[in-house]
T-cell receptor, first 109, second 114 residues
């Protein structure tokens, strides 16, 4: 079993939809959880950063961490075509980060 | 958010030559930086950990003599691809943690070896 599992997609949704992206992990020692957005041929951009369990909201983005289930989620509300990108989950005990494979998202206008 | 600057963003070089890629943390100090390689439609693969003032730590299977890493200061790490060959063509990305677990990435460098 890989340390971090993430469905690679692709995921295609209409503009305005709520998007749910998820990752599962096996290492119970992970305590830092991140979501990155990566546009083609660009470096990953940090979207959300969460320490331990709980929810965090930033604009249209909500990150959830359920350590008991070893499951993290990123929700995107009112999705826009500009949200089309690859979304990478990442987590760590300290450093370095362990990444999921990334989910390719397309938001269709 | 914190800024990590990577340069150049794109480079084409001839086979057998060396290429240096710079990674700078612009608004925070980083005693550790990370270098990744990314193949098309794949996730990031950690190559090595760059440590300020000491030797880099390389992941299994990464050639130390091929990928030279120097962490000259608390804000600068460099990756030099030596005697580059076409199979070294890839997207190289650096990252620096501002705090435990909170890592910021550079813009990436697309290397093409012809």
């Amino acid at each position: 079993q890989k340390e971090v599992e993430q469905d690679p997609g692709p995921l295609s949704v209409p503009e305005g939809a709520i998007v749910s992206l998820n990752c599962t992990y096996s290492n119970s020692a992970f305590q830092y959880f991140m979501w990155y957005r990566q546009y083609s041929r660009k470096g990953p951009e940090l979207l959300m950063y969460t320490y331990s369990s709980g929810n965090k909201e930033d604009g249209r983005f909500t990150a959830q961490v359920d350590k008991s289930s070893k499951y993290i989620s990123l929700f995107i509300r009112d999705s826009q075509p500009s949200d089309s990108a690859t979304y990478l989950c990442a987590m760590s005990v300290n450093t370095p980060l362990v990444f999921g494979k990334g989910t390719r998202l397309s938001v269709i206008a | 958010g914190a800024v990590v600057s990577q340069h150049p963003s794109r480079v084409i070089c001839k086979s057998g030559t060396s290429v240096k890629i710079e990674c700078r943390s612009l608004d925070f100090q980083a005693t550790t930086m990370f270098w990744y390689r990314q193949f098309p439609k794949q996730s990031l693969m950690l190559m090595a950990t760059s440590n300020e003032g000491s030797k880099a730590t390389y992941e299994q299977g990464v050639e130390k003599d091929k990928f030279l890493i120097n962490h000259a200061s608390l804000t600068l790490s460099t990756l030099t691809v030596t005697s580059a060959h076409p199979e070294d063509s890839s997207f190289y990305i650096c990252s620096a943690p501002k705090s435990p677990g909170e890592a910021f990435f550079g813009q990436g460098t697309r290397l093409t070896v012809v």
